[in-house]
């Protein structure tokens, strides 16, 4: 297989507390062809943005990015002095938030946003960029783009402002577009434009989309390949039909039960318990405290991969995987012990 | 008979004119009629603006309506005085979207539960602590846990400790405005197994809030959509779902995302010309009904 556009091989990413690090992204590994949409699962506090932001290089003390690499376009961004990524956020990776109210700064008109995108990676002049941002704004299918792109951020509808600031992202023709949450904050007719919006812009100009969200309908509608993650972890990652079709790991099965549907009235497949804040996870695998098919290795270390082929891999002892063999956070006593017994245990059979 | 009868209920906000702007106003609700069986569950669903907070909280005349009728028990809600209208919130409680700002952060949870107790002056200072705890354990909470600050628990349990505070006076109705919007898809399900298990205990009504319409379509029975402050479909919520009348609602009902990969997906995009906005309510089908 030749190189993809983006690697990322084995990021950990956390913050500094109290003189002590606490990972909240660990050990995550995935990767990313030009044209293709990966999108990254997870509830709050998964580590789905913290992700994000370590692709960005937009990871500022107490946060930090502990180990692992980036490689986008076969170099390492990772430890890349700030002028050299300067070059590269933006022009080549953008990033639309979350929240189009607060990512756009509202004493500026919207052009003149784009336009500094654009003069900034010296990508107009002075003269061109005003027409360039009006372009983009057409692109982003905004109405009367000439007009609109004298406006403020508060005289648009949040409709109009995600669409902005989609804009401001595609502006130097980036080959890798993040989109964190994009239509969150959105109601679901204009969420449906949008989500049309990126799958378009997506075909027509090439880009491979990172999309982060926590809802499994968008999931289904936009994906080619789903990474599910759990307390800071990849736990589950396959291509889109066989994800739905076929889930193997607990928390997923959990996940898409948990979506209303089957008969009215019916109980959901709810989770128990909540999602743990890093820094306080559970020993071993952390869903084990809320898994419904938990035994006994779960408890005591992280369980391994276990790669079903067809781009199927899963962390979940049901399915027979050795320990994790990182060595993450490392150095403490019971961990001999803890991979004595997956290993004793291994042989129970996969269900 | 209906437990909550809303008839033509308009609110409307002015803006006050200012040194370059005349005065306008504003239908946030506009003649908005329904009914409310008691043990029904009945969504009011729409986008943000439509207005179905509003006409939630003027129920409840935390908001007060420019006019119309509001009928709770046969009783006209808009004609009690303070003292009258105060008695009969006892009886019609409201649980809101965000836990994490509608509980006092520097209240236990204990008295933020027992407050509407004391505030009616409902029995005894150790009747109430016991009360209390029945409701911890009503709404699946340690009562072990009433001595702590909200800071202290999740987002799912904090929606406990405010549904067990309405609980606390024996209500008949729960106006639930987007109770589980807030909180994580997988403790969203335990919240609303939970509403749905206290409506069969306890004989509640629900009035529930939501933009989240495949919510809507697992737990309502009958379904009212608004659009820019009117009631533009409202029926049995499968009859609705399943042959939607109104543009406003197909284009709505096609903009759901479908959790199912190989789902054909067929867009309505609604044309705001293609029907008229004052058009009344006429049946569409049997219970069913579209302002066509």
């Known amino acids: 297989m030749s190189e993809p556009l983006l690697r990322v091989e084995h990021l950990t990413t956390g913050f500094e507390m109290g003189g002590r690090f606490v990972p909240a992204v660990i050990d995550v590994s995935f990767h990313l062809a030009k044209g293709e949409t990966l999108c990254l699962v997870g509830e709050s506090g998964s580590g789905k943005s913290l992700t994000a932001f370590s692709i960005m290089g937009l990871v500022d003390p107490p946060g930090r990015i502990e180990r692992g690499q980036v490689v986008f376009k076969g170099r390492d961004l990772i430890g890349l002095p700030e002028r050299e990524l300067q070059r590269v956020r933006g022009a080549e990776i953008a990033l639309v938030f979350q929240e189009p109210m607060t990512a756009l700064n509202p004493v500026f008109t919207i052009g003149s946003q784009i336009e500094e995108t654009l003069r900034v990676h010296g990508r107009a002049t002075r003269r061109d960029a005003r027409a360039r941002a009006i372009e983009l704004l057409d692109a982003v299918r905004v109405p009367e783009p000439d007009k609109r792109v004298r406006d403020y951020p508060h005289q648009l509808s949040g409709g109009l402002r995600q669409r902005a600031l989609i804009a401001m992202a595609l502006a130097c023709s980036p080959d890798l577009l993040i989109a964190d949450e994009p239509t969150t904050a959105l109601d679901v007719t204009i969420q449906a434009q949008i989500l049309e919006l990126l799958a378009d812009l997506q075909q027509r100009l090439g880009l491979a989309l990172l999309l982060i969200t926590h809802d499994l309908g968008v999931v289904a509608q936009m994906a080619d390949r789903v990474a599910v993650m759990y307390a800071g972890r990849i736990v589950e990652e396959s291509p889109v039909a066989t994800l739905f079709d076929d889930p193997k790991h607990p928390y997923t099965r959990g996940l898409l039960g948990s979506i209303p549907g089957g008969a009215p009235g019916s109980r959901l497949v709810a989770i128990p318990g909540t999602v743990p804040a890093p820094g306080a996870l559970p020993p071993g695998c952390c869903f084990t405290p809320r898994c419904p098919s938990r035994f006994e290795p779960c408890p005591t270390a992280h369980p391994g991969i276990t790669d079903f082929g067809g781009g199927r891999t899963v962390k979940c002892y049901l399915h027979g995987p050795a320990v994790e063999d990182d060595g993450e956070d490392g150095g403490n006593g019971s961990r001999n012990g803890a991979t004595e017994l997956a290993k004793k245990t291994k042989s129970v059979p996969g269900r | ?292």
Not at chain 2, 11 to 30: N, P
Not at chain 2, 42 to 69: A, D, N
Not at chain 2, 222 to 248: C, D, K, N, Q, W
Not at chain 2, 251 to 271: E, K, N, T
């Open chain 2, 1 to 292: 008979m209906a437990l909550l009868d809303v008839r033509n209920l308009v609110k409307e906000f002015t803006r006050k004119q200012g040194l370059f702007r005349a005065a306008s106003g504003v239908r946030a609700v506009d003649d908005v009629t329904f009914s409310i069986d008691a043990g029904e569950t009945f969504g009011l669903v729409g986008e943000s603006g439509s207005g179905k907070t509003t006409t939630g909280r003027c129920i409840l005349r935390l908001i007060e309506p420019s006019s119309g009728e509001v009928e709770f028990k046969g009783e006209n809600v808009l004609g009690f005085d303070r003292t009258r209208m105060r008695l009969a919130r006892r009886d019609m409680q409201i649980v809101f979207q965000d836990p994490y700002s509608s509980l006092n952060p520097r209240m236990r949870a204990g008295d933020i539960v027992e407050e509407p107790l004391v505030i009616h002056r409902v029995g005894t200072r150790p009747e109430r602590k016991a009360r209390v705890a029945e409701l911890f354990e009503l709404v699946g909470l340690d009562p072990d846990h009433r001595t702590r600050y909200p800071h202290q628990f999740s987002g799912g349990q904090r929606q406990r400790i405010g549904l067990a505070r309405a609980l606390a006076l024996h209500p008949s109705l729960i106006i639930a405005d987007e109770p589980v919007s807030a909180l994580d898809v997988s403790v969203q399900a335990q919240v609303v197994n939970l509403l749905m298990d206290l409506q069969q205990r306890l004989s509640l009504t629900y009035l529930f809030i939501a933009h989240d319409l495949r919510l809507v379509r697992h737990i309502c029975e009958r379904v009212a959509v608004m659009y820019r402050g009117r009631i533009v479909e409202m029926g049995v919520t499968e009859a609705l779902f399943e042959s939607p009348a109104h543009p406003y609602t197909k284009a709505l009902l096609s903009a759901i995302p479908v959790p199912d990969p190989g789902a054909s997906r067929q867009r309505v995009v609604l044309d705001p010309g293609s029907f008229d906005r004052s058009a009344a309510l006429r049946e569409v089908g049997s219970g069913h009904w579209a302002a066509i």
